[in-house]
């Protein structure tokens, strides 16, 4: 009997033992964090001021009356020709740690209302992405004495200057306790001897956080009736300049519209002498085509003439040519006055009928030309 017992002791514990040993999962413990860092933790977190995430610029340089937990935006001071400086990053991490529900900002408004619950633990990722301020020479102070002036007293005590703002976003998961028959899976843990784990992506929050002055501390540290004066004879001055500015640039207008004159009538003479010169150039036109027609005239009759004594000069050379082809007779004779007479040709003429005409013909002359 005692080696079947021991075969089936042997058979029903072992499996057990190994399925045992098999769900054993050897997970370095995680030490919790219990504090936000102290520089954090001394930031001035405004739940009135969410609506600001996306315009932290926007922020910087309002009044904000703060009555117990209601916070109102009052106005703006912030001179237009500087607006406050902004920066951004993406690497300041100020706190990464996973939180349980003794830690002691649990659902505060400083990790973004995260409320970890009992047997629960929350990973917490803090980094601020942007920064926004108003440096000391940006505030105007004598805008803000001057709108303060009817402000009561209690009110004051209550009213708050915001000087900077930062953007911090907060990025948190949730780890559930696993049992020792559950199956786990995503990202595991171990803390305290218990085993977490979680399948979940993280979840972003956005919060603001100000850098605030009370409107009296701020009154305090300024002379609001030295400033005003002050101001009040800085703007005194400024209108005395802009006067003499003015005056200057009268002077210069009146100095720039006499030599306006001066071009103008100088335009009007050069005008009349331009258009006495065009009357003068037209006349000048008028004469010089005369020439040149005249010149033409003279060119075409020159050429006229040339072609008429080219082909008289030809007639000429073929009547020489005539001549010489034919024998002429040239007389040469004196009538009884003594006249000298030339006959070139006899045919018509002859001697009987010039001596019946009462010619004595003396013949002086005759041969061949």
Do not use: W
Request: net charge neutral; aromatic share 6%.
């Amino acid at each position: 009997m005692r080696p079947f017992i021991a075969l089936f002791l042997l058979l029903t514990i072992a499996p057990a033992l190994a399925a045992q040993s098999s769900r054993k999962i050897k997970l370095s413990p995680v030490a919790l964090g219990l504090d936000l860092p102290d520089s954090y933790k001394q930031r001035t977190f405004i739940k009135g001021l969410a609506g600001f995430v996306n315009k932290i610029d926007q922020l910087v340089g309002a009044m904000i009356l703060i009555d117990e937990n209601k916070t109102t935006v009052l106005t703006r001071f912030v001179r237009q020709d500087k607006p406050p400086i902004i920066t951004t990053s993406t690497s300041d991490v100020i706190f990464n740690a996973k939180i349980d529900s003794k830690f002691k900002f649990n659902g505060a408004y400083s990790i973004a209302s995260t409320k970890v619950d009992r047997d629960a633990i929350r990973e917490i990722i803090i980094t601020d992405i942007g920064h926004a301020f108003l440096p000391e020479d940006y505030i105007p102070y004598v805008e803000i004495c001057r709108a303060s002036g009817n402000v009561s007293p209690e009110t004051r005590k209550k009213t708050y200057y915001i000087r900077s703002a930062k953007l911090t976003t907060v990025y948190t998961r949730a780890y559930q306790k696993v049992g020792a028959e559950a199956e786990v899976s995503g990202v595991v843990f171990s803390v305290g001897g218990e085993v977490y784990s979680s399948s979940e992506q993280f979840r972003v929050d956005y919060i603001v956080s100000v850098d605030i002055v009370s409107l009296e501390k701020l009154l305090s540290l300024q002379n609001c009736n030295a400033l005003i004066n002050s101001e009040e004879l800085a703007r005194r001055d400024q209108a005395e300049h802009a006067r003499l500015v003015a005056q200057r640039a009268e002077e210069e207008k009146r100095a720039r519209e006499n030599e306006l004159n001066a071009a103008k009538a100088q335009l009007e003479d050069l005008k009349n002498v331009l258009s006495q010169h065009i009357v003068k150039t037209e006349a000048m036109q008028q004469s010089l085509q005369a020439a040149q027609d005249k010149e033409k005239n003279a060119l075409e009759q020159l050429q006229h003439a040339i072609h008429l004594a080219d082909d008289m000069a030809h007639r000429a050379q073929i009547a020489q040519q005539n001549v010489e082809n034919k024998e002429s007779v040239i007389l040469t004779f004196k009538n009884k006055e003594g006249k000298v007479l030339e006959i070139k040709n006899l045919d018509e003429l002859s001697q009987e009928k010039l001596r019946e005409l009462g010619f004595d013909v003396e013949i002086l002359m005759r041969g061949k030309e």
